[in-house]
């Protein structure tokens, strides 16, 4: 089984709220990822954890704020967003300690800020 | 700086119709090239990972070959349903905190047409 899962699928949201995205898996992988991905854009890395520390921030805004509670559960927090953080999120693992370290994506949550 | 170089941005192939895609990537001491399947608005879809030059994989109608500048995903006799983008991306460093940081490509957009 190769499922990341991510919830909600959909959030439209103000540039006033506070929301959260939530990613999970159950493969035992102890890397998880945040990536953002524009329209017809690759994705492009923002956040890295490994055993649940934070070990790359990729220069990504403070109104976007990475909490890893356990190794299974990786969360997004959100606030005072702007319209150009509309965007898909998405949520990756890999095992790490395996060399290579083929990261599964989940299927995304996709973002509009109004 | 690690670079990915994607090739071409579009295609449309007739069902049966037999190509390739073509990867080619300037990075040092690469570690894994990867080939992934996005569907609109979802996440990406591992397909591949590729070691050393001279590696192949294969699945289903899909195959991937990697050299030391360039890997190619060859579709044979496509349906329908092979219609998605295909990225390509690699891995060419370890990350020091753990994790690894994946550098795509911009994508091919494949469509087959009945």
């Known amino acids: 089984d190769t499922e990341v899962t991510q919830t909600p699928k959909h959030l439209v949201m103000g540039m006033t709220n506070k929301k959260s995205l939530k990613c999970e898996q159950h493969?035992?992988?102890?890397?998880m990822y945040w990536y953002k991905q524009k329209a017809k854009k690759p994705p492009e890395l923002m956040f890295v954890y490994s055993y649940e520390k934070l070990s790359i921030n990729e220069s990504v805004p403070s109104r976007f704020s990475p909490e890893c509670p356990n190794s299974s559960l990786l969360n997004l927090h959100l606030h005072a967003l702007q319209p150009e953080d509309s965007a898909l999120y998405l949520c990756?693992?890999?095992?790490?300690?395996?060399?290579?370290?083929?990261?599964?994506f989940g299927p995304g949550t996709r973002l509009l800020v109004l | 700086e690690d670079q990915v170089t994607q090739s071409p941005e579009a295609l449309r192939l007739q069902e049966g119709e037999s190509s390739s895609l073509n990867c080619s990537y300037t990075?040092?001491?690469?570690?894994?090239l990867f080939w992934y399947r996005q569907d609109p608005g979802k996440g990406p879809e591992f397909l591949f990972t590729?070691?050393?030059a001279g590696e192949e994989k294969e699945k289903e109608r899909l195959k991937a070959t990697l050299t030391k500048k360039e890997s190619f995903l060859h579709i044979t006799a496509p349906k329908p349903e092979d219609s998605a983008t295909y990225l390509c991306?690699?891995?060419?460093?370890?990350?020091?905190?753990?994790?690894?940081?994946?550098?795509f490509g911009t994508g091919t957009q494949l469509k087959v047409e009945l």
């Open positions: 590729l070691y050393s």
């Open positions: 990075v040092s001491g690469l570690r894994g």
């Open positions: 990756a693992s890999s095992q790490e300690r395996d060399f290579w370290k083929t990261q599964y």
């Open positions: 493969m035992g992988h102890r890397a």
């Open positions: 991306a690699v891995q060419a460093r370890e990350l020091t905190g753990g994790g690894n940081k994946l550098t």
